[in-house]
């Protein structure tokens, strides 16, 4: 029998790398995807023996490049079982008053409209079908608001709204839509948000165990892995050390 397929955005680094390890343990074959050709390229080497991986590599803002990429895929690559809508982050940690107009762009370009346009390419098949199953990375910013999260946590309220509508729409076609609204994770999810500051990153972590991709990694793979009856529509998983948004047990 043939393995299924899963197509991950984000699989340099983080949760989306740590799914495509978690996914090829199950035995599924990875279509990687991100900006980062050489971490697309190293990946193979993480990945169990004989896991069948290919990668493409384009910037999902780009409605046509993503196109082109999914539209390239060879034969035996198209007919995708699980896509996991990863790709995103934070860009910045401001007021709404003082905040930058190419974060914004980029978080709602991104984390929203790069999930569109990805899911637009490979729901058509998936209809065809009449199977599949969608894991959209929402977020804990998703379902709370907290001080300075704004645009951020509008993108991800988005996403929460995006993966309830598929969830509805796609309901005749028997395709499974899954949320996973994570807390706080180390990836290098602060370091973008904070643009490259690795000091102030490290803070947020400072003085509780946060998740680690792997944690998320393996709700990810068990939630894939229920039998084709059962979705675990809206997951969020959190520290225990985290309560909300905001509040945390901090050790100093
Ligand atoms: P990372 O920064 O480690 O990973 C982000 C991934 O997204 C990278 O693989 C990056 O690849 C990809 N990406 C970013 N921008 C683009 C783009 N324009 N085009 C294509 N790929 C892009 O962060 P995480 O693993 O933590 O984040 C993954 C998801 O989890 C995000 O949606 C994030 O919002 C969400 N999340 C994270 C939490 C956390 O605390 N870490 C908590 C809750 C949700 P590349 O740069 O190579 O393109
Ligand atoms: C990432 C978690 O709390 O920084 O989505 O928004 S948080």
């Known amino acids: 029998m043939e393995n299924k397929i899963v197509f991950i955005t984000g699989a340099t680094s983080g949760i989306g790398k740590a ?57 035996q690559w198209q007919k995708i079982d699980v896509l996991i809508n990863n790709a995103g982050n934070a860009h910045g ?48 910013a998703g379902k709370e608001v907290y001080p300075n999260g704004n645009v951020y946590c509008a993108s991800k309220h988005a996403v929460d709204a995006i993966t309830k509508g598929m969830r509805i729409d796609l309901n005749p076609y028997g395709i499974r839509v899954i949320a996973v609204h994570p807390g706080m994770v180390e990836t ?24 680690t991709a792997e944690d998320v990694a393996d709700t990810i793979a068990f939630a894939v892995s229920r039998p084709p009856h059962v979705v675990l529509a809206d997951i969020v998983i959190l520290p225990t050390a985290q309560a909300s948004a905001t509040i945390l047990k901090k050790t100093n």
């Open 188 to 211: 290098e999810f602060s370091l973008v948000r904070f643009k490259g500051d690795a000091a102030r990153s490290k803070t947020v972590y400072q003085g509780l165990q946060p998740l």
């Open 93 to 140: 940690l401001d007021p709404i008053q003082s905040g930058s107009l190419e974060d914004w762009d980029a978080m709602m370009d991104i984390n929203v409209k790069g999930l569109l346009y990805v899911s637009k390419e490979i729901m058509t098949g998936m209809v065809n079908r009449q199977a599949g199953t969608i894991v959209n990375i929402g977020s804990i």
């Open 19 to 75: 799914s495509a390890i978690a996914l090829a343990n199950l035995g599924y074959d990875i279509i990687a995807t991100g900006r980062r050709k050489d971490r697309l390229e190293n990946l193979k080497d993480e990945l169990p023996s004989g896991t069948k991986l290919q990668i493409l590599c384009f910037d999902v803002r780009d409605q046509k490049a993503v196109k082109s990429a999914i539209g390239s895929l060879p034969e």
